[in-house]
Nanobody, 138 residues
Framework: QVQLVESGGGSVQTGGSLTLSCTAS????????LGWFRQPPGKEREALAT????????YYADSVKGRFAIFLSDDKNTVYLQMNRLKAEDTAMYYC???????????????????????????????WGQGVQVTVSS
């Protein structure tokens, strides 16, 4: 069981920066993928960035590549999302999620597409935080 708690959301002006944090407690799985996702109002949940605690290069959605960065704390229990050059369209509820896995292939799972039903909400990841709101305004 993995419990995830996000923090760092808030309001920011266009072009500004914000860093989200997500700490995993009740750590049962030493190797897992951790990822950041968002869901704008009235739209489907999308994957933004994923990484693997066992070591891998992170994977990013094209929409945030070059603006957002995902990274882990030294103890691998906290995952961060550094968001730069924020735009109004980045306004959304942001979630972190975890997927225990023996290898880094899980970093691609949320980006595969084709999910239906409940899969459209979990995008293949098992554990989710409660989410934090990020609002970008001019």
């Amino acid at each position: 069981q993995v419990q995830l708690v996000e923090s760092g959301g808030g309001s920011v002006q266009t072009g500004g920066s914000l860093t989200l944090s997500c700490t995993a407690s009740e750590v049962t799985y030493s190797r897992k993928c951790l990822g950041w996702f968002r869901q704008p109002p009235g739209k489907e949940r999308e994957a933004l960035a994923t990484t693997y605690t066992g070591g891998s290069n992170p994977y990013y959605a094209d929409s945030v590549k070059g603006r957002f960065a995902i990274f882990l704390s030294d103890d691998k229990n906290t995952v961060y999302l550094q968001m730069n050059r924020l735009k109004a369209e980045d306004t959304a509820m942001y979630y972190c999620a975890a997927d225990p896995a023996p290898d880094a292939g899980c970093i691609f799972t949320p980006f595969l597409g084709g999910y239906t039903g409940a899969g459209r909400d979990n995008l293949g990841y098992d554990y989710w935080g409660q989410g934090v709101q990020v609002t970008v305004s001019s």
